[in-house]
């Protein structure tokens, strides 16, 4: 099916440890995010790709690094990962600009850093 | 930065009744989205909303888009066990692609 793909679905990691989230899309969006989401807070925007080639930092960035490998992947990288990063990660992707119709989201990836 | 700010928080409801929930910026915007997010999974689009005034049905739901654009509406009427989740705002300023998120509003429905 058309969509968001993340993987993994589940991660415990120690802190200090590194790991890349991936995320792939196939309904050839220009324009791919990165959220976070944890409790009461609501969904805070880490990092964005408005387009293939290009990333912009979000809300909330410290910690994290990105790369839009092409033009259907956009993948998301704790170089040392803290307890503060446990979360639910969504990878979302959209139309580049105009009305679009909004995001379309993957299921997550439930990380846990002890 | 841009704050949305959405309430209730959360929201405790007997199958058949109507729920009310809004969202309210400190700034304006062009486009208001509406989300629900079941258990265990990413949000999913409802309703979105391109200009002030408008009124948008999709089933059961409604939404409205503010006359001052710095506030949205949602209705859900007779609900269903099916309808729990966490319903989130969304607004978008300008042409860019990028949205900013409300903090989210929990349902449960008990039967």
């Known amino acids: 099916n058309a969509g968001v793909t993340q993987t993994p679905k589940f991660q415990v990691l120690k802190t200090g440890q590194s790991m890349t989230l991936q995320c792939a899309q196939d309904?050839?969006?220009?324009?791919m995010y990165w959220y976070r989401q944890d409790p009461g807070m609501g969904l805070r925007l880490i990092y964005y790709?408005?387009?293939?080639?290009?990333?912009d930092k979000g809300e909330v960035p410290n910690g994290y690094n990105v790369s839009r490998l092409n033009k259907r992947e956009f993948s998301l990288r704790l170089e040392s990962a803290a307890p503060s990063q446990t979360s639910v990660y969504f990878c979302?992707?959209?139309?580049?600009?105009?009305?679009?119709?909004?995001?379309?989201f993957g299921s997550g990836t439930r990380l846990t850093v002890v | 930065g841009q704050q949305l700010n959405q309430s209730p928080q959360s929201m405790f409801i007997q199958e058949g009744e109507d729920v009310s929930m809004n969202c309210t910026s400190s700034?304006?915007?062009?486009?208001w989205l509406w989300y629900k997010q079941d258990p265990g999974e990413g949000p999913v689009l409802l309703i979105a909303?391109?200009?002030?005034?408008e009124l948008t049905s999709n089933g059961r739901l409604t939404a409205q888009f503010g006359i001052t654009r710095k506030d949205s509406f949602l209705n859900i009427s007779a609900s269903i066990p099916s309808d729990v989740g966490i319903y989130f705002c969304?607004?978008?300023?300008?042409?860019?692609?990028?949205?900013?998120f409300g903090t989210g509003t929990r349902l449960q429905v008990t039967l």
């Open positions: 979302a992707s959209s139309e580049a600009s105009g009305r679009g119709y909004g995001y379309t």
């Open positions: 309904m050839n969006h220009n324009s």
């Open positions: 790709s408005a387009s293939e080639g290009t990333t």
């Open positions: 700034s304006i915007f062009n486009t």
């Open positions: 909303l391109y200009k002030a005034g």
């Open positions: 969304a607004g978008r300023t300008g042409t860019a692609s990028k949205l900013t």
